[in-house]
């Protein structure tokens, strides 16, 4: 096993759901690098905003990308 493959990396990196609409305007939500959210440590109005988020893909955002912070 690698040492370093199972290091923390949540914070260094954000899920980006960018508006369709409107350039500048879109959701970031605190990940791991392969874009896992982990839910229990966003607020209440930050899940209902993830899932809103995932729910509009194609719709309102474009696929979320994965950004180093």
């Known amino acids: 096993m690698n040492p370093t493959s199972h290091i ?3 914070g260094a990196f954000e899920l980006r759901f960018q508006s369709l609409f409107q350039l500048g ?3 970031a939500f605190p990940c791991d690098a ?3 959210v982990d839910m229990s440590t966003l607020s209440e109005r930050g ?3 993830y899932l809103f ?5 194609g719709r309102e955002f474009a696929q979320p990308s994965v950004s180093a912070t």
């Open 25 to 27: 305007r879109g959701f």
């Open 47 to 49: 899940r209902n905003n």
């Open 34 to 36: 392969h874009g896992l």
């Open 53 to 57: 988020a995932r729910a509009m893909v």
């Open 8 to 10: 923390d990396s949540r």
